[in-house]
């Protein structure tokens, strides 16, 4: 996806380095990300606007809107990511004019006013870093609950170990923050009131630049600026103190650490508190700015130098709550749910069965299509720009490249594996260049789960050989899935029934093509619990049906829609049925 960073910051801040480390990520799973920023110091691999979103008069915000529809339509933005109110304002109104998805991640406590509750300017979703702001945004201005998704800030963990104990003749106290706003007066007040400059070694990291009410204390306390080698400043520290992602990598690096932040104090982060320090962004973040009572800090932070790591159990819940990787896969959903609703579009996926050359070979069953409409199809979707692609292409994660920007995929798809998929249907992909993914069932040599229907028994047809099967897998033109040994309902089936049905049919393909599949097709398109749980227990990647499941393909693998072909389905049908609207429309 093309996507664009949007921040209003002066100085580093944690949502800077959320949105870089957020961003450096989504660039390395192949997204392209952008950002726009009054300043950017943190290392990012996207392309950077300046702009001054903190010029924040009328004129300027009408500008700032110009500029940013402006930017949405040369570079194909398909999503627009804000972290700060001055940006998400410009945003949501630029969004709302040109339908760009939009969501906000909310770093901090908002302020509380009228024209803010009724004007949330926060797009799709919101997406607050803690269970405290999601509090805090639903009771104090009112947003729903369903446009709130907690999203953690991401740390790459990989960068962060164990650490040795410091040996410091003088304890060593590492305050990290900002020195301005409320984290600058609570630097000052921390100095002020809590700590022993004579018996500490403190210093102060930060990249603000130091106003006059520090100069007091510049003969006792080391200001040594900013740093980007945190895990050593991290070492050298004996205890360390601070809040959000600084505490967040303080602890990764099983540092004594000392939670305070904007809101309220945590104390020292233990296994009691743990809950209590993720919920408020370790201090950040509480019902009242500074509601903290210094004069009891003295003895707590006193307690906080006698240990010499951190509880190993509260490193390992930091490292699953925060761990980058999977706060990105998170995202890469939130992402995926907001552009296809507000969109209303989604992939197509169509369902073919199998093809005929003469009127005598239709079926009483209307699962048939003549090949010449067949091709007439493959012309319409070539003319559409469609490219195709099999569950294959979207295997280890790649779901979300399906909304890749200047692409239009379709997947193909053909159930229960007859001849004529060899005969007739493969001859016009290889002349098109499409991809199909055919549904394979191997117990049996034709379709007699439709012969044998009592209320309406079916023409017998055959199915493919297994020499046929491995040809169309040799092809590079075919993902071969699985479709059951005998094609059954499977949800009048017991659980073993299904596991055998399931497997049997899978390690049989496995075995004839020589390599995993990765997708299966429910039988009728009928399944129930069972049915999910054994696909995915065997190792498929992904479970098509038919009419049920969510409209997003993203939500549910293993209950993907497809969109039925019929004998009737010419070209202008199959136009309106690959638009990626189709279920939107026929569900209302």
Request: net charge positive; aromatic share 10%.
């Amino acid at each position: 996806m093309n996507i664009l960073m949007a921040l209003s910051q002066l100085e580093v801040t944690g949502a800077e380095v959320y949105a870089t480390t957020v961003g450096n990520e989504l660039t390395s799973r192949g997204h392209q990300v952008f950002y726009i920023s009054d300043t950017l110091t943190k290392f990012h691999q996207g392309r950077l606007f300046k702009f001054r979103f903190n010029k924040r008069s009328i004129p300027r915000r009408f500008y700032h809107v110009g500029y940013l529809i402006y930017l949405i339509k040369k570079h194909n933005i398909q999503l627009v990511h804000a972290h700060s109110r001055a940006s998400s304002w410009s945003c949501h109104v630029a969004c709302k004019i040109t339908g760009t998805p939009m969501v906000t991640t909310v770093h901090g406590r908002q302020p509380v006013h009228a024209s803010r509750k009724k004007f949330h300017a926060m797009g799709n979703k919101a997406l607050p870093v803690c269970e405290a702001i999601r509090e805090q945004l639903i009771h104090d201005l009112g947003v729903e609950e369903g446009q709130l998704v907690v999203g953690y800030n991401g740390v790459d963990t990989n960068q962060f170990s164990l650490l040795k104990p410091a040996r410091n003749l003088r304890p060593v106290i590492a305050i990290i923050g900002r020195l301005t706003g409320p984290k600058g007066e609570l630097c000052f007040r921390l100095l002020k009131q809590c700590l022993d400059l004579e018996k500490y070694d403190v210093r102060i990291i930060s990249g603000s630049p130091i106003d006059a009410r520090f100069e007091v204390f510049k003969q006792q306390v080391t200001f040594t600026g900013y740093t980007d080698d945190v895990p050593k400043m991290l070492g050298e520290a004996d205890l360390v103190i601070g809040a959000g992602r600084v505490a967040i990598e303080s602890l990764l690096c099983g540092r004594p650490t000392f939670a305070i932040g904007e809101a309220n104090s945590i104390g020292v982060v233990t296994l009691k508190n743990i809950d209590h320090a993720v919920a408020t962004n370790f201090g950040d973040i509480g019902p009242v700015d500074l509601d903290i009572d210094f004069d009891s800090l003295a003895e707590e932070i006193e307690l906080g130098l006698c240990s010499k790591h951190c509880d190993p159990k509260v490193t390992e819940q930091v490292k699953k709550n925060y761990d980058l990787v999977s706060v990105v896969d998170s995202l890469e959903n939130v992402y995926q749910d907001v552009y296809v609703d507000v969109l209303k579009k989604e992939m197509p996926i169509i369902m073919y069965h199998r093809f005929i050359q003469n009127e005598f070979e239709k079926g009483v069953h209307g699962t048939y299509l003549h090949i010449d409409m067949f091709e007439k199809h493959l012309k319409l979707l070539k003319r559409m720009g469609f490219e195709s692609i099999t569950f294959e292409d979207l295997s280890d994660g790649k779901v979300i490249h399906r909304l890749a920007p200047s692409k239009r995929y379709i997947i193909i798809t053909i159930d229960d594996g007859y001849s004529d998929n060899y005969n007739l249907m493969l001859p016009l992909l290889k002349k098109y260049g499409f991809k199909a993914v055919v549904y394979v069932v191997t117990g049996e040599t034709f379709n007699r789960w439709d012969v044998e229907n009592p209320y309406n028994p079916e023409n017998p047809v055959a199915l493919m050989s297994a020499k046929q099967v491995k040809e169309l897998a040799e092809s590079g033109l075919i993902e071969i899935g699985g479709h059951t040994m005998t094609h059954p309902r499977l949800d009048s089936l017991c659980m073993q029934s299904q596991y055998d049905e399931i497997s049997h049919n899978k390690r049989q393909l496995e075995d004839l093509i020589g390599k995993p599949l990765t997708s299966f097709a429910y039988p009728f398109g009928v399944y129930n619990e069972d049915s999910n749980k054994i696909v995915s227990d065997v190792g498929y990647r992904f479970a098509v049906a038919t009419n049920s499941g969510p409209l997003a393909i993203h939500k549910e693998l293993f209950k993907i829609r497809r969109i039925a072909i019929f004998p009737r389905t010419n070209v202008f049908g199959l136009w309106r049925k690959v638009r990626g609207n189709y279920f939107f429309r026929k569900l209302k």
